[in-house]
């Protein structure tokens, strides 16, 4: 909602972080006749209540598989400063079915399970 109305000239950007976002945006804006924004609240955006979930869940859950969640030190249209490698173990994930649903837009065929997801 920030973004957009910064977008809209509703609020000021006087982050400086921000306003890296903000440019980068109106820039890519030129290559358009005509762009309109608008924000879309997470009642109305099962893919973004999918991913607070996930994070959300991820500090909850133990096993095999880690997520590691963290902030991006500079906008992600900038080139990162240094090679960064992940190296996760590959095999059955309790964030499979997460991951389904907000790749492919799938539920589980079992109806609890998809109720959970």
């Not at 005509?34 to 869940?57: E, M, P, Q, Y």
């Not at 500079?74 to 991951?99: H, N, R, Y």
Request: proline content about 7%; glycine content about 6%.
């Amino acid at each position: 909602m920030l973004v957009i109305s910064q977008l809209n000239s509703d609020y000021g950007s006087g982050d400086s972080r921000m306003l890296k976002y903000l440019s980068h945006v109106l820039k890519l804006q030129e290559d358009f006749k005509k762009v309109d924004f608008w924000h879309i609240g997470r009642d109305r955006n099962a893919h973004a209540d999918a991913l607070t979930a996930l994070r959300s869940a991820c500090s909850d859950v133990g096993g095999s598989r880690t997520v590691i969640l963290g902030d991006i030190p500079t906008p992600s249209f900038e080139p990162w400063q240094e090679d960064i490698m992940c190296v996760a173990p590959s095999g059955p994930s309790w964030m499979d079915p997460l991951v389904t649903y907000l790749r492919d837009d799938r539920l589980p065929k079992d109806p609890k399970a998809a109720h959970r997801v």
